[in-house]
């Protein structure tokens, strides 16, 4: 397979780019391009250099097959996209930005057709893996494509209901400011509440696999796909919590934490951001998850953190949402996800 996808996905690339999968040598006009982006249209979160180097040691989704970046002809970095998908996992999720200076052009569409392709090519990789190695594999699934947006971003919900995506769910961005009282809360004695460090990792990343384990569109995370997480360059495990059950040392809870300083200038706050939040279901209703968020209010403010920040799906089936709203965050956000359910790819030997 073409390292850039299928026929059909390559055709769609606009011929006044040249096109390649990223590499080492673009980082840095990658992480320009991106840059340049979020400038004008000013998302919440976007990749920085560090998490595209990152990305690029993938072995799960490895960039030569799953990313593409295409080049002007002085060489600049003007659009790329790229999907990342779990062998068993129900989904690839795409990733993408056009220049500004390049938007309405027709670009978007093409990449986003380049994305469909290699979803599909995914989806029949993976079924052909897991027949390959002998095991009775996963069920036979609709190949589907998620893409991300943030509410303000109508340009890219045009683009996206033009190539037949649908909106699927509703998140909720929250911010808790740290100037006023902070709660207080008290656990069971049985319970001890301790900062994550790397002796805590695995035990967690099985937590949190459990904890999610029917959570909309959640799938387990392995170690590359934890790594993504507590190696992130904006991770910061000092102010990240995790609560063990005494009697037994399982992990009951956790909150693992971020902080993007670069952000902070750009934004005007400094912010504390909640990755990740998680009670088993054998402790909840025990007080965990408020003893964390009010852990990760005063680590963040006695960091000078001005806001305490989180995401929420909108239809949480764990009462979520009231609990955030009682410790007393407020919205200030929302974002969408879309899905589009594909055609299989055609096999070699397909007419």
């Known amino acids: 397979m073409n390292a850039q996808g299928g026929p059909e996905s390559r055709t769609a690339l606009d011929p006044r780019l040249a096109w390649r999968p990223a590499g080492s040598r673009d980082v840095d006009a990658?992480?320009?391009l991106i840059a340049r982006t979020a400038a004008v249209e000013r998302p919440v979160w976007f990749e920085r250099r560090a998490e595209l180097a990152q990305i690029l040691g993938s072995k799960n989704n490895p960039a030569a097959e799953n990313t593409v970046?295409?080049?002007d002809p002085q060489g600049f970095a003007r659009a790329y996209a790229r999907i990342m998908k779990n062998r068993d996992g129900a989904k690839a999720i795409g990733l993408g930005c056009v220049d500004p200076e390049w938007q309405e052009s027709g670009i978007g569409t093409g990449l986003l057709a380049w994305a469909e392709q290699r979803t599909r090519e995914r989806f029949a990789e993976d079924?052909?893996?897991?027949?390959?190695?002998?095991?009775?594999?996963?069920?036979?699934?609709?190949?589907k494509l998620r893409l991300y947006m943030e509410h303000q971003h109508q340009h890219q919900a045009a683009l996206f209901d033009r190539a037949g995506l649908t909106v699927v769910r509703y998140f909720n961005e929250?911010?808790?400011p740290l100037g006023g009282t902070l709660p207080q809360t008290v656990l069971d004695p049985r319970f001890s509440l301790v900062t994550f460090g790397p002796e805590l990792r695995e035990s967690v990343r099985l937590a949190h696999n459990d904890v999610f384990r029917d959570h909309w569109?959640?799938?387990p995370r392995d170690d590359e796909a934890w790594g993504l997480v507590v190696d992130d360059p904006l991770a910061r495990p000092d102010l990240s919590g995790v609560v063990l059950d005494q009697p037994t040392g399982t992990v009951a809870g956790y909150q693992l934490a971020t902080h993007d300083a670069d952000g902070a200038v750009v934004r005007g706050f400094r912010e504390g951001y909640t990755e990740l939040l998680g009670v088993r279901r054998e402790f909840r209703g025990r007080g965990i998850a408020q003893a964390l968020l009010a852990d990760a209010m005063r680590r963040f403010a006695a960091s000078g953190m001005d806001t305490a920040s989180l995401d929420v799906d909108s239809e949480n089936p764990t009462g979520a949402l009231g609990l955030y709203l009682k410790m007393g965050y407020t919205v200030v956000n929302r974002s969408m996800a879309w899905d589009k359910d594909l055609e299989p790819a055609e096999s070699p030997t397909d007419g």
Do not use: L
């Not at 079924?127 to 190949?143: E, I, L, R, W, Y």
């Open 30 to 32: 990658w992480a320009d």
């Open 69 to 71: 970046v295409g080049f």
């Open 127 to 143: 079924t052909a893996s897991s027949a390959d190695s002998g095991g009775p594999g996963p069920p036979a699934q609709v190949p």
């Open 174 to 176: 929250m911010h808790r």
């Open 217 to 219: 569109g959640s799938e």
